[in-house]
């Protein structure tokens, strides 16, 4: 196990909020038409795949439904329900009520905008709130080494590689979603602070019969569960039930994967021995910047099919740092914001997924520590 440490910043954290909020009204003169074009573009993508996925479900293990199928779930919960929540379009002029956070996946309109098995409100606030102004806190519900370590905690290594495969096939069903509605009903009851993290891995979560498990199963197992593999593959069965059978295996198979692929680009955003974690509740503005920058990684940038596939999560360090831009701001934003971070000595991630990968799995096998920022260092201006 790599022992937890202390790291010091030397920085201007006046001279680089400065910067970072100059950086922001530049890109709120740039927000426009472009935005609304860009973000239907990828609401359309994912439609097209949920059409091409279910019009070709009912041939037996057809890789053409399923990846098409595991990509429109993927692209419209990391892209457009991500995005959109978090009020990236609410100013774009003549954005429709159906497409901001004002109405998106809003009642009913939840499983026309984002049928997901995360349950919207949930996910509002454990990912809004908790996780972007908690960040890397022991408050922040995603901290994977902490997770990883009340979860797995006195398996072998074999047990530990074998658990993480099933856990990133599986993780929305058996950890986020039921996560989210825990912290959700805890919020509602008034609860100030996050539950424990072993409360948080509670498997009773996932039982119907207890009080919070009963919540998981109606918002988020059984809707979703219903639509997605009975309601659908139904549909095949006036052609015969081995349609049927075929399209909820392609439904199945497309839900494994993405799990899988959401796994890769979430999960990993926060995770490695060179990302930061934090102390207590962050303090004024110029610390939340340098949080947000410091304990948080990018992938590869640029193109528009590779921000897909990322789906815009590539963007993670700009994201967190204006969590309310649209996916073609963070485009414009990352090469200056990057910059500004170098002028400033601030130290800016970015990786390849597959390296981060890589150091996620050594975090969840023990093998990899977040080390602490020493904020006493970056609170005033640098000597």
């Known amino acids: 196990m790599v022992d937890s440490r202390k790291v010091r910043l030397e920085v201007d954290t006046e001279a680089f909020a400065t910067d970072v909020e100059q950086l922001k009204k530049e890109l709120d003169a740039l927000r426009g038409p472009e935005d609304a074009r860009q973000l239907q573009k990828v609401v359309w993508f994912t439609r097209v795949m949920q059409?091409?996925?279910?019009?070709?479900?009912?041939?037996?293990?057809n890789p053409v439904s399923f990846i098409a199928l595991s990509l429109s779930r993927t692209v419209r919960w990391t892209s457009v329900a991500h995005h959109v929540c978090h009020r990236g379009y609410d100013k774009v002029d003549g954005m429709p009520d159906r497409l901001t956070s004002r109405g998106f996946a809003k009642g009913w309109r939840r499983f026309l905008d984002w049928p997901d098995l995360l349950e919207p409100e949930a996910w509002k606030r454990e990912h809004n709130q908790l996780h972007h102004y908690r960040l890397g806190e022991i408050y922040d519900p995603d901290v994977v080494e902490l997770n990883a370590g009340a979860l797995l905690h006195g398996m072998g290594r074999t047990m530990r590689l074998v658990s993480i495969v099933g856990i990133a096939l599986t993780w929305k069903w058996l950890y986020y979603a039921p996560s989210n509605i825990r912290e959700l009903e805890d919020f509602?009851?008034?609860?100030?602070?996050?539950?424990?993290?072993?409360?948080?891995?509670?498997?009773?979560?996932?039982?119907?019969?207890?009080?919070y498990g009963k919540l998981v199963w109606l918002r988020c197992y059984l809707p979703y569960g219903l639509l997605t593999f009975v309601v659908m593959p139904l549909l095949f069965l006036?052609?015969?039930?081995?349609?049927?059978?075929?399209?909820?295996?392609?439904?199945?198979?497309?839900?494994?994967?993405?799990?899988?692929?959401?796994?890769?680009?979430?999960?990993?955003?926060?995770?490695?021995?060179?990302?930061?974690?934090?102390?207590?509740k962050t303090q004024g503005r110029p610390a939340f910047y340098i949080r947000q920058v410091t304990?948080?990684?990018?992938?590869?940038?640029?193109?528009f099919w590779n921000d897909v596939m990322h789906g815009w999560l590539n963007y993670q360090i700009e994201h967190h740092v204006w969590p309310d831009l649209s996916m073609r701001q963070y485009v414009?934003?990352?090469?200056?914001?990057?910059?500004?971070?170098?002028?400033?000595?601030?130290?800016?991630?970015?990786?390849?997924?597959?390296?981060?990968?890589r150091r996620l799995v050594n975090v969840m096998m023990g093998d990899e520590v977040?080390?602490?920022?020493?904020?006493?260092?970056?609170?005033?201006?640098?000597?």
């Open 51 to 61: 059409v091409v996925g279910w019009l070709t479900a009912w041939i037996p293990l």
């Open 188 to 211: 509602r009851k008034g609860h100030k602070l996050p539950p424990e993290r072993e409360e948080r891995m509670d498997e009773r979560l996932l039982f119907p019969w207890t009080e």
């Open 238 to 280: 006036p052609f015969g039930w081995e349609f049927s059978v075929a399209a909820l295996v392609n439904s199945v198979i497309a839900e494994v994967l993405s799990n899988l692929h959401t796994f890769v680009i979430v999960v990993t955003n926060h995770a490695g021995s060179d990302i930061l974690r934090f102390e207590g």
């Open 295 to 303: 304990g948080s990684v990018n992938f590869r940038t640029g193109g």
């Open 332 to 357: 414009l934003a990352q090469p200056r914001l990057k910059a500004i971070c170098e002028k400033h000595q601030v130290p800016y991630l970015q990786e390849s997924v597959f390296r981060r990968v």
């Open 370 to 383: 977040s080390p602490v920022l020493d904020e006493s260092t970056v609170t005033d201006e640098a000597a």
